[in-house]
């Protein structure tokens, strides 16, 4: 495979939760010329996501909390409705998806499995997220959910029905882009 890129250079910018690094390299162009480029990228742990349905019930488990970056760019509640997700954390995508369904919902879903992967925002980090579909159902509601409170989570746990769910991203109620994906998959392949 012929080198498109060379000479990396890194340097970091801002240590916290994630990395930022200011990346400077050689792009070799379509043309064959070389030409030297300056990015600054997140260097994020990847994650997984998983959308609960009941195909009996007809409905979907969402989470509801306040996301900041979503607030200081004009969501003037700052609250998002989503698929649970989080980081790995060093565990594999599935038990990762299982581990967060049940920290953020309570529910310890059957029959997960994973539908497909994507990096979510790949002009600025590395993360890649693993989508997840699991079922659940009453009897599989094992705590209360809402998160943890040592990642300063506060969690709504919403039981929607699909149809209503998946109009509330026609009408703006959804507009984060993993749920998007979760929902219209679960639309296209007709999971309830």
């Not at 019930?57 to 004009?74: A, D, E």
């Not at 581990?99 to 979510?120: I, L, Q």
């Not at 079922?135 to 149809?163: C, N, Q, R």
Request: hydrophobic content about 35%; some cysteine; proline content about 3%.
């Amino acid at each position: 495979m012929e080198e498109i890129v060379k000479n990396i250079k890194e340097e970091v910018l801002a240590k916290n939760w994630h990395t930022l690094k200011k990346i400077t390299f050689d792009y070799k162009k379509k043309d064959g010329n070389w030409q030297t480029q300056s990015r600054e990228v997140y260097e994020k742990d990847n994650g997984a996501t998983i959308l609960l349905y009941n195909s009996e019930q007809h409905t979907v488990i969402l989470t509801k909390q306040f996301r900041l970056p979503s607030y200081l760019n004009g969501n003037k509640e700052g609250v998002l409705i989503e698929a649970c997700a989080g980081l790995l954390d060093e565990d594999a995508p599935e038990e990762c998806a299982r581990r967060e369904a049940e920290e953020e919902t309570g529910y310890r879903p059957a029959n997960v499995r994973k539908v497909f992967k994507a990096y979510m925002t790949p002009g600025s980090d590395t993360e890649i997220l693993y989508f997840f579909v699991g079922e659940y159902s009453k009897d599989m509601k094992v705590a209360e959910g809402g998160g943890l409170e040592e990642e300063h989570e506060e969690i709504e746990v919403l039981e929607l029905p699909f149809d209503k769910a998946y109009g509330m991203i026609e009408t703006g109620e959804i507009k984060d882009a993993k749920t998007i994906m979760l929902l219209q998959y679960a639309k296209i392949h007709k999971l309830v």
